[in-house]
């Protein structure tokens, strides 16, 4: 899938604030404030419906921060919302630096190692506060790579959809 066909999770809704309809928001960009620079909010308000929703307001609130969603009038209809996620599509966000790279762009690349042998396709990557992993699957095993390029990862080619890197195949 190309990068302007994919969405990025950015966030999500947490918590009812007040009883005007505000909610409380957990946000992943840096800084969190910044959810509110991407809109449309894209939430799945229904299974297999997804709902676009514009004007979204924000602000600090302790803590933490609180969104607005226009039509959102009232603590009956945010409760509807809390425990949303929060998606954009991945071409509103900044072009990545040198050497980064969006986590929704990685997944799906073919992993192979230096030896080219084959590992695998990212399906998915996670944080351990150390260094992201990159998870890889080939259908009979799952393989955990830390992302650490230079040690283990050695190229990232998004446009040829492969990764390589420095992986003994049996761990």
Known sequence: MSAAGR??????????????????????????MRIFDYQPWLLQVAPGTE????????????????????????RDAATALVG???????????????????????EGLEVVTVDNVVLGRVTHLFATGA?????????????LIPFVQGSYVRSVDLSGGRMVVDWDPEF
């Open 84 to 106: 949303q996620d929060i998606y954009v599509s991945r071409e509103q966000l900044p072009p990545p630096g040198k050497d980064e790279y969006y986590w929704v762009d990685l």
């Open 7 to 32: 969405r990025v999770l950015v966030g999500r809704i947490v918590g009812l604030y007040g009883v005007q309809g505000w909610l409380k928001v957990e946000s992943w960009t840096e800084p969190r």
């Open 131 to 143: 260094n992201d992993v990159v998870v890889v699957r080939d259908g009979e095993r799952e393989r």
């Open 51 to 74: 709902t676009e929703i514009k004007g979204i307001k924000g602000r600090p609130q302790g803590k933490g921060i609180v969104a607005y969603l226009p039509g959102v009038e009232d």
